[in-house]
């Protein structure tokens, strides 16, 4: 493709803004400075004649790309998130650029104890070539999901910079949020006005997934009986005992993150806190198939019962909570919205990877709402860790992808 991205440059320039998100708050967003880069966002889209673009009270960024054709031609939308994981810090991030990727492990430079392997990382022994960007190794990325953001926004400098390319409305939206699985919660889908939506938080490079799991989230917690621990003998009940001794007797070799892989689902306690007369902590259930979470729910509550059991004087709540549906539910009724996507990677000289991602996305919710919307690669690897890394040049493919895409949907109008 003959154009000078831009698409480093912004990605460089998004990942140094502090935007992580925190799962505590009750705010929208849930901690202010993501609208930093939110208002960074409206400032570039402007200079670019969006003129549109603005953003709302919660951190939402709208903007449309205007069209340029005189077909009738479907409005779709190209999203990505601001936020960071707050698993990993998201402050002060310094971003390395590995040039002209040999192959090597990548040592981080501030901390050499952090090496990305190509042989525990397959994706990075495939860039061999490639412009690698890492951080420095006391922070995360941010690729996840700056990497689509940087992409979107080199999409639209190029539609605003090639008036000749014929396209329908484009309209952009950037949710705060979403990896705390509130990002598409107080979009604004009248004001948004699109027909079909990509979310661009993908992985490898051609990657294209339009099933997500279908997701709850489960809040235990146990009220045990403190006593003085020098008097305790047959009072004493630990519900911090009993919390660590339900996660224990979970499966160590099944039915968790980290031995499953595909289409299987799992259950992960990620969070707990207490002490010895209240315990709480919070699990997410996942599933490709919605009748499973039923089912794994009860499971769980079983073994809780159980343990509680042997505690003859405690108690315990057991609480869920809807996240997220399988968005295939939605996307296979308008199977166009796959099969454009499909022919754009294909037309950006790549083979699709056609998938199921094993997380949520905004286009989850999105769909759900009434804007059936999959997923397209942004080239985020390693996410939510200080391994994270991306390559220039599969964000570079991004942004040929959705310009193709735009292209299509107006082709096809």
């Not at 002060?92 to 192959?103: R, S």
């Not at 420095?136 to 390319?165: C, Q, R």
């Not at 505690?311 to 315990?316: E, G, I, K, L, R």
Request: aromatic share 8%; glycine share 8%; proline share 5%.
């Amino acid at each position: 493709m003959d154009y000078k991205f831009t698409v480093l440059d912004r990605f460089l320039r998004y990942v140094k803004v502090d935007t992580q998100s925190d799962p505590h708050s009750d705010s929208i967003p849930s901690t202010e400075k993501q609208k930093d880069l939110s208002r960074l966002l409206v400032q570039e889209l402007k200079e670019l004649g969006v003129n549109d673009a603005e953003m709302d009270d919660l951190g939402y960024v709208y903007a449309t790309i205007p069209a340029n054709t005189e077909k009738a031609v479907p409005v779709i939308c190209f999203c990505s998130h601001v936020d960071t994981s707050p698993e990993s810090s998201g402050t002060n991030v310094i971003p390395v650029i590995h040039e002209n990727y040999d192959g090597r492990v990548l040592v981080l430079p501030a901390d050499n104890n952090i090496k990305i392997d190509p042989a525990a990382h397959p994706e990075l022994a495939k860039k061999i070539g490639n412009d690698i960007v890492t951080a420095d190794g006391t922070t995360l990325l941010g690729a996840d999901n700056k990497a689509g953001v940087a992409a979107i926004m080199d999409t639209a400098h190029y539609f605003m910079s090639h008036p000749e390319v014929k396209h329908g409305a484009i309209r952009i939206l950037f949710t705060p949020d979403e990896e705390i699985g509130r990002g598409a919660d107080a979009v604004n889908i009248e004001k948004l006005g699109a027909d079909f939506g990509y979310t661009v938080d993908g992985e490898a490079l051609g990657s294209f997934e339009d099933e997500t799991f279908s997701a709850h989230m489960v809040n235990i917690k146990i009220e045990g009986v403190n006593f003085h621990p020098g008097f305790a003998k047959g009072k004493l009940e630990s519900a911090l005992k009993a919390a660590c001794a339900f996660v224990d007797r979970l499966p160590k070799d099944t039915w968790s993150p980290e031995t499953t892989e595909g289409r299987e689902g799992f259950v992960h306690p990620y969070e707990m806190t207490g002490g010895v007369e209240h315990a709480e902590f919070t699990m997410i259930i996942r599933s490709f198939v919605d009748s499973d979470l039923v089912e794994y729910e009860n499971r769980l509550r079983s073994i809780l019962e159980q343990v509680v059991n042997d505690f003859p004087n405690s108690t315990f709540s057991f609480e869920v909570s809807e996240q997220y549906r399988n968005m295939k539910n939605v996307i296979e009724k308008c199977p166009q919205v796959s099969e454009y996507a499909i022919e754009a990677i294909e037309r950006a000289g790549l083979e699709p990877r056609i998938g199921s991602i094993r997380g949520g996305t905004d286009g989850s919710k999105l769909s759900f709402m009434g804007l059936p919307c999959p997923n397209i690669f942004a080239g985020e690897h390693s996410f939510h860790s200080k391994m994270e890394w991306a390559s220039v040049q599969d964000m570079q493919k991004a942004v040929e992808t959705l310009i193709n895409l735009a292209c299509i949907w107006e082709e096809r109008g």
